[in-house]
Structures are given as C-alpha cells and as structure tokens.
C-alpha cells in the first residue's frame, strides 16, 4: 500500500520561503504525477501546484504562479513543493497527492479526481 509521509510545514512570518516534502513509501518505481492541495478554515480544498509524470509537465495555481515550484526526485521517489514570499492567505493544510495512472495524465496535474493516494496533511501557518 502506497503511503505519502509529509514533512516541512510550521509557523513561518509574512515573505519567508518554506519547503514542503512529500515522501512515497510503499512503492518501488516514480510512475506516477504529484499534486499539491490546500484547504484553509471555513474553505473548500484547492489546488496549489502540480508535476506530471515528467518534469516538464507543471502547473500551478494563479496565486502561486512566480512563487512556486515543485520538483521530484525520483530516485528518492520524494516530492518537494517550494514555498516562497509567503502570505498570510497562504496558511492553510497542505497536503501532497499522488495520481497512479498515466491515462489520466490528459487530463492535467489541477485535476483532483485523479488522485488516489493522500498525504496525511501539514499545517503552514503564515504570520503577518
């Protein structure tokens, strides 16, 4: 069975960087795309950021455009989402999500019906 271990979140101030880690335990290869989501109190869960199958294959949420970005290392089979010019609107739970199967990679990275396998979530709170 597939498990997401998630590190890095905490209590940062206004304009710090923070780096988010998503590691893939339970799974002997990297075939698969990694999303990143949030979901701050009172809200729905949106999209933050994703990478394809490939690495060139990135998407990212209009607020976290030029602020953002996701890598991954396969051969660590690890996830990172970096963080920078942090916003207090930035603080919410952050979870990393894997999509296993490359038929849906059509469908995009912001596509949250692909992902199957859930990080257990972090919080990343923003002070002003």
């Known amino acids: 069975q597939m498990q997401l271990v998630e590190s890095g979140g905490g209590l940062v101030q206004a304009g710090d960087s923070l780096r988010l880690s998503c590691a893939v335990v339970g799974h002997r290869n990297s075939d698969y795309a990694m999303g990143w989501f949030r979901q701050a109190p009172g809200k729905e869960r949106e999209f933050v950021g994703g990478i394809g199958w490939s690495a060139g294959t990135q998407k990212y949420a209009d607020d976290m455009k030029g602020r953002c970005t996701i890598s991954r290392d396969n051969t660590n089979n690890t996830g990172t989402l970096q963080m920078n010019s942090l916003k207090h609107e930035d603080t919410a739970d952050y979870y990393c999500?894997?999509?296993?199967?490359?038929?849906?990679?059509?469908?995009?990275?912001?596509?949250?019906?692909?992902?199957?396998?859930w990080g257990q979530g972090i919080q990343v709170t923003v002070s002003s």
């Open positions: 999500a894997v999509a296993p199967v490359r038929q849906h990679e059509s469908a995009g990275v912001e596509a949250a019906w692909r992902y199957v396998y």
